[in-house]
């Protein structure tokens, strides 16, 4: 017969033999996640229902993925072939995808870098047009004030 103890950490199952277990909360599932047996005083076990539906779910999540990861990711279409391509070789494509796609990601970075380099140095090079026009200007205004011809522009006429 089982009785009910109060114990540190709440309520106890007190076995035929004497033995304090302590219970475990229960989950929502339908059967009881750890029982005792009839006539094995104190042992506890698990239900094997319960530990295969948890194992089932567990399976069933992780070839979902594996499934998702089939479609997502190029040259690996589980469908292409009779029997689809097995879990490893997805994700041994997957993890060659993600590196290619990192090393893409990286060659972009740089090329970026290298575009804003050279817009900055167009920049600067339109800047020292801008300051030679204008130099030039000034230096032609001092030719005409002076009478003076530049060389360059009687041979043109």
């Known amino acids: 017969m089982e009785n009910q103890v ?19 909360p229960r989950l929502s599932w339908h059967l ?14 698990t239900q ?19 499934v998702q990861l089939s479609k997502i990711i190029p040259d690996c279409n589980a469908d292409n072939s009779k029997t689809g391509a097995s879990k490893g070789g997805i994700l041994s494509k997957a993890c060659d995808y993600i590196r290619e796609l ?10 970026f870098k290298e575009a804003e380099r050279l817009q ?4 600067l090079l339109r800047q020292q047009i801008e300051e030679l026009k204008n130099e030039n200007a ?18 043109r006429q």
Request: glycine letters at 8%; hydrophobic letters at 35%.
């Open 120 to 123: 900055m140095d167009n920049e």
């Open 102 to 111: 990192r090393q893409t990601n990286q060659r972009m970075q740089e090329t």
């Open 32 to 45: 009881p996640l750890e029982v005792t047996r009839p006539g094995t005083e104190g042992v506890l076990w």
């Open 6 to 24: 109060q114990g540190l950490w709440g309520p106890e199952r007190v076995t035929r033999a004497g033995l304090a277990v302590p219970r475990r």
């Open 48 to 66: 094997p229902a319960v530990l295969a539906t948890v194992e089932r779910r567990r399976r069933d999540k992780i070839n979902n993925w594996i």
């Open 138 to 155: 000034v230096l032609r205004a001092q030719l005409q004030q002076h009478n003076l011809e530049m060389v360059g522009e009687s041979a």
